[in-house]
């Protein structure tokens, strides 16, 4: 039992390129969450989603894109990449219990 | 609308000193509170969660923490800090608008050990 996984660890990207933060679990959850973390700043919320085929936006969503089309995954997508999004991005997981279960997060650089 | 005040962005302790990291929420309903902790380069950790029970949580590694409503706090302590303690504390409280379980993060606290 994996929990909750997210790759890549480390990425560093150009400015106007885009790519897709990976979160995957094996718990079965329905509710998962991007968040991003940036210094002083505590966690934000990007997305949301409360199951297969539903997503919502959350605190800070521009910049970003998500979709849910199975309950494993949870893909991240930037499309075109600013400094602004140089973060530590976090995918969580949470059933019933109101408590989420965070994954080890991805530290993006965008130069 | 939910929001969650760390007071102290850094807390300095000696080791097998008292740790209190001070947390005040607002919110309109009553509330369902988490402590979480994140050690260097790692995801969040639940240390423990207030769900309206009893005021006195506790949590895991020997942290607890006090629920008053009075005071709008959740205050976390541990009577003995250890070195292994150090990290980042995180106070959230949950959205329960909607049922999204939404958590909505103070901005931390850095737990600090001397030896």
Redesign the interface.
């Given at each position: 039992n994996a929990g909750?996984t997210q790759t890549p660890k480390f990425h560093i990207l150009k400015i106007g390129q885009s790519m897709t933060l990976q979160c995957t679990q094996d718990m079965n959850h329905n509710?998962m969450?991007w968040y991003r973390q940036d210094p002083?700043?505590?966690?934000?919320?990007i997305y949301?989603s409360?199951g297969a085929g539903i997503t919502?936006k959350?605190e800070v969503p521009n910049g970003y894109n998500v979709s849910r089309s199975t309950t494993e995954d949870f893909p991240l997508r930037l499309e075109l990449a600013a400094p602004s999004q140089t973060s530590v991005y976090?995918c969580?997981t949470?059933q019933g219990t109101?408590?989420?279960?965070?994954?080890?997060?991805t530290r993006l650089t965008v130069l | 609308a939910q929001s969650v005040t760390q007071l102290g962005s850094h807390v300095s302790v000696s080791e097998g000193a008292l740790v209190l990291l001070r947390c005040n929420y607002s919110s309109s309903v009553p509330p369902y509170l988490f402590w979480y902790v994140q050690y260097p380069n790692q995801g969040l950790q639940l240390l423990l969660k207030y769900t309206s029970a009893a005021t006195l949580v506790k949590g895991i590694n020997g942290f607890e923490a006090e629920f008053k409503k009075s005071e709008t706090s959740i205050h976390l302590t541990k009577p003995s800090a250890h070195m292994s303690d150090a990290a980042e504390y995180f106070c959230a409280v949950s959205d329960r608008s909607g049922n999204t379980g939404k958590l909505i993060f103070g901005q931390g606290t850095t737990l600090q050990v001397k030896p």
């Open positions: 909750v509710y969450y002083g700043m505590g966690l934000k919320l949301y409360v919502d959350g976090f969580a949470r109101d408590t989420q279960y965070f994954g080890p997060g | -």
